[in-house]
């Protein structure tokens, strides 16, 4: 009986011993696919982010333009803030704000309802044409334009930040 009771014990034991080990295993094994999927859900913001940055390195009158830069950057910036490392926020979120406010101050200008009915009352009652009006926002442009050094180092910032947390430096 004593026997018995041994090998009864020793498979009690045997089959916690596995249980405990397939529970520490899926769970593991659960955390490293999240972290995959994390890295992956990263990378493509990253790549995103990279591909817009040095499309406004390329043209920074982009940041005029909403539904071709300002808008998906807006959009990315919501997945940065649930992907992105702290230390790529902390550089991007103010520069993004640059940029904002840089478009927004424009817009406020050359858009809308107001803008239209000054534009219409001046041609009416002056010389100036559409021409004169699209020299004058091209003029704005050329003053307001973030600086090309900021905005060169700051996508240097960004990109060794990215490169540092995909782990390519």
């Known amino acids: 009986m004593n026997e018995g009771l041994t090998i009864l014990i020793s498979s009690v034991i045997s089959l ?4 405990i080990t397939a529970l520490i295993t899926s769970r593991l094994t ?3 696919e999240v972290k995959k999927a994390i890295y992956a859900k990263r990378e493509t913001a990253y790549i995103e982010l990279f591909d817009l940055l040095f499309t406004l390195k390329d043209n920074p009158y982009l940041v005029y333009n909403n539904s071709k830069f300002l808008k ?12 992105a490392s702290q230390d790529v926020l902390d550089v991007f979120n103010p520069f993004f704000d640059q940029l904002r406010n840089t478009a927004s101050s424009y817009w406020k200008l050359f858009s809308g309802e107001e803008y239209e009915m000054n534009k219409s009352s001046r041609i009416e009652h002056g010389n100036e044409t ?11 442009q050329e003053d307001h334009l973030l600086e090309a ?5 700051t996508i240097k910032q960004l990109v060794l930040l990215m490169r540092k947390d995909m782990g390519t430096k």
């Open 72 to 83: 998906p950057l807006s959009d990315l910036r919501t997945r940065l803030k649930l992907f």
């Open 30 to 32: 659960i955390k490293q």
């Open 130 to 140: 559409d021409l004169d009006f699209e020299r004058e926002k091209e003029s704005y």
């Open 16 to 19: 916690f011993v596995a249980i």
């Open 149 to 153: 050094c900021y905005v060169n180092n």
